[in-house]
T-cell receptor, first 113, second 114 residues
Framework: QQQVKQSPQSLIVQKGGISIINCAYE??????FPWYQQFPGKGPALLIA?????SEKKEGRFTISFNKSAKQFSLHIMDSQPGDSATYFC????????????FGQGTELSVKP | ETGVTQSPTHLIKTRGQQVTLRCSSQ?????VSWYQQALGQGPQFIFQ???????GRGNFPPRFSGLQFPNYSSELNVNALELDDSALYLC?????????????FGSGTRLTVV
């Protein structure tokens, strides 16, 4: 899925640190930008999402930053905890066309105690 | 809310066989989508069903087919299984027109083709 590129592939962060995951996309028609969290043996679960009319959205320790001109959005996890250890996927979509999710390749986050 | 349930959780099939995977949507959700997740990769969209009709399809061959039933449960059928079909198959339900609430995914069916 070349139209969505996620980085880094893996990330190790100390407890209490900041985790940052980036997502670059090609399709300028995307109009909904979610991040999903997936634990082993489970399906992805919506973590946080943003629409393109705002540049930042914060929910608790999780923040999305959106840069429309650069066609990028990122996930910031503040005060990272061992329980945040999971795989994170960006999955931009065309909201008005049925919302098919285009997943990135995933970032495996490990938060060390 | 009962969430999305998928069955079976694990399955082993032989190359060339056919398989049927099942999904029960979250209560009140009228749209179901299926995704294939290969090991270490992000999920890839297979197709979506709304009002019992296919409503969008990804880059998968016709041997991947589906059904949605009046109670919004769904099936994914794969014919002539190939080794590369080994993956986690995820079902996700949603309410058409309210995608901003996000999809609810099941835990998936792990299919192994030998």
């Amino acid at each position: 899925q070349q139209q969505v590129k996620q980085s880094p592939q893996s990330l190790i962060v100390q407890k209490g640190g900041i985790s940052i995951i980036n997502c670059a996309y090609e399709n300028t028609a995307f109009d909904y930008f979610p991040w999903y969290q997936q634990f082993p043996g489970k399906g992805p679960a919506l973590l946080i999402a943003i629409r393109p009319d705002v540049s930042e959205k914060k929910e608790g320790r999780f923040t999305i930053s959106f840069n429309k001109s650069a066609k990028q959005f990122s996930l910031h996890i503040m005060d990272s905890q061992p329980g945040d250890s999971a795989t994170y996927f960006c999955a931009p979509t065309l909201y008005n066309q049925g919302g098919k999710l285009i997943f990135g390749q995933g970032t495996e986050l490990s938060v060390k105690p | 809310e009962t969430g999305v349930t998928q069955s079976p959780t694990h399955l082993i099939k032989t190359r060339g066989q056919q398989v049927t995977l099942r999904c029960s949507s979250q209560s009140g959700h009228n749209t179901v989508s299926w995704y294939q997740q290969a090991l270490g990769q992000g999920p890839q969209f297979i197709f979506q069903y709304y009002r019992e009709e296919e409503n969008g399809r990804g880059n998968f061959p016709p041997r991947f087919s589906g059904l949605q039933f009046p109670n919004y449960s769904s099936e994914l059928n794969v014919n002539a299984l190939e080794l590369d079909d080994s993956a986690l198959y995820l079902c996700a339900s949603s309410i058409t027109g309210r995608v901003h609430y996000g999809y609810t995914f099941g835990s998936g069916t792990r299919l192994t083709v030998v």
